[in-house]
C-alpha cells in the first residue's frame, strides 16, 4: 500500500484501480437518483411487517457454558456475527453489539432481537473475522472493545485500517486479498471472493475490499459469506475450498432492486449447492430492519426452499448452540405466537453501548 489519489491509499491488488475496489463483474444495485429515492422509501416506510410486534427471545449464554461447549460449536448472535469454537479457541465475525447498525447511536437501524450474552462476557477471542466496513457488520464501539481480548483481526484489504485509525495496534490486524491465506491456531483463514461494495460515508466509493472466508479447522471447512450478491464466483470457490460442511450465507436484507449485491432466498441455495455445501445456516436476519421484507420472511422463505430443494438446514435460536459434527434441522423458533418452550419464554437484556 503506498498514497496516491490525494491522501487515500493505493493497494497493490488485480481488484484495485483508479482509486477504488471493483468486483469481476459491475453489479445490479441502485445508484444516483434511484439510491436517493430508495432512502426516502426507508425513511417513511411502514414498519408494521419489517419489525416483530412483540419482542422476541433467545438463549441466554453465559461465560462459563461458553468454555463448557463441545468442540465444533457454533453460536449465531445476531445478524451476522456468529461465535465460533474452534480448536480450542473462540472466533466471532463481523460482531455488532451496540443497539444501532449506525455510525450513531441516536439514529439508524435499532436491533429488535438483543444479543444473548454482553460483549464484556465473551471470551478471550483467537481472532475476529470481518467481511467489510458497512456499519452492520464492522462496529467501531464492539471492535475498538474486542481489541483487548482478541489475538487478532483478519480484514479485507483496507479494512484494517479503520481498525488502526481507531487506535487498534497495526500488529494485531492482517489484511487480505482475494485468494490469500493465513494461518492461525492451526486453522486456515482464505478471504475468498464477494460481490458487494463499501464505504462507511455516502459518497464513499468503494475505498476498501469486501470478501467472504473460506475457514478450514483440519478436519471441518467453513463458509463464510458476509455480504455478497449470486455471482460465478461460489462455484469457483467450492472448486478450491469446497465441499464445506457448513455454510453461512447471508438471507435477509434483499430486495430486487439491489440483488446484486445481497441474494435473494433462491439465490442463496443455489450459491449453498455451487460452493458444495453440506449443511446452511442462513444469516443477516432477524436483528436489523434493513428492507422492505417482513422482518420474519426470510426464515419462512429458507425453510420452504431448503424443504424443496432437499437441502439440510439448521436455523438456530439467537443463542442456540449447533455442532459440526451433529445437524441439527431447522425449527420454527420465531413463530412466537404458537406454543414456546418454557425454556426459552425470557427475553434477554439489550447489551448496548
Known amino acids: 500500500m503506498s498514497a496516491a489519489y490525494g491522501d487515500r491509499p493505493t493497494f497493490q491488488s488485480a481488484r484495485f484501480r483508479d482509486g477504488q475496489f471493483h468486483n469481476v463483474a459491475p453489479p445490479k444495485q441502485p445508484g444516483g437518483w434511484q ?49 465460533m469454537k474452534l480448536n480450542g479457541r473462540f472466533w466471532i465475525t463481523d460482531p455488532v453489539f451496540s443497539e444501532r447498525a449506525s455510525p450513531v447511536q441516536w439514529a439508524g437501524p435499532k436491533r429488535f432481537i438483543p444479543t444473548p450474552i454482553s460483549l464484556e462476557a465473551l471470551p478471550p477471542l483467537a481472532g475476529v473475522v470481518l467481511s467489510h ?13 474486542l481489541a483487548a481480548k482478541t489475538t487478532m483481526f483478519l480484514t479485507p484489504l483496507g479494512v484494517g485500517d479503520h481498525l488502526i485509525q481507531w487506535g487498534i495496534p497495526a500488529n494485531k490486524i492482517q ?5 490469500q491465506t493465513v494461518e492461525l491456531e492451526g ?26 472466508w473460506a475457514i478450514y479447522t483440519g478436519t471441518h471447512r467453513i463458509f463464510f459469506s458476509g455480504d455478497t450478491g449470486y455471482f460465478d464466483g461460489f462455484a469457483e470457490i467450492g472448486r478450491r475450498h469446497g465441499p464445506f460442511d457448513l455454510t453461512l450465507l447471508e438471507a435477509g436484507a434483499y430486495d430486487k432492486q439491489w440483488e446484486g449485491v445481497h441474494m435473494l432466498p433462491e439465490q442463496v441455495v443455489q450459491a449453498h449447492r455451487d460452493l458444495r455445501g453440506d449443511w446452511l445456516l442462513p444469516i443477516h436476519n432477524a436483528t436489523f430492519d434493513l428492507a422492505f421484507h417482513s422482518w420474519d420472511e426470510p426464515m419462512e422463505k429458507m425453510l420452504a426452499l431448503s424443504a424443496q430443494h432437499g437441502i439440510r438446514l439448521t436455523m438456530p435460536r439467537i443463542g442456540e448452540a449447533v455442532r459440526l459434527d451433529h445437524y441439527q434441522a431447522a425449527q420454527a423458533w420465531w413463530r412466537f405466537r404458537q406454543s414456546r418452550p418454557a425454556s426459552m419464554s425470557i427475553t434477554a437484556t439489550t447489551h448496548a453501548m
Open 35 to 83: 439510491l436517493l429515492k430508495l432512502w426516502w422509501q426507508f425513511m417513511f416506510k411502514d414498519t408494521s411487517r419489517t419489525v416483530p410486534p412483540e419482542a422476541l427471545s433467545v438463549t441466554p449464554l453465559s461465560p462459563d457454558q461458553l468454555q463448557q461447549a463441545s468442540e465444533g460449536s457454533i453460536w449465531r448472535l445476531g445478524h451476522s456475527t456468529v461465535l
Open 133 to 145: 466496513d458497512h456499519f452492520d457488520h464492522l462496529d467501531r464501539d464492539t471492535v475498538v472493545k
Open 175 to 179: 489484511q487480505l486479498d482475494w485468494w
Open 187 to 212: 486453522l486456515q483463514f482464505t478471504a475468498t471472493p464477494a460481490e458487494h461494495f463499501s464505504g462507511r460515508s455516502f459518497f464513499a466509493k468503494n475505498p476498501t475490499l469486501w470478501a467472504s
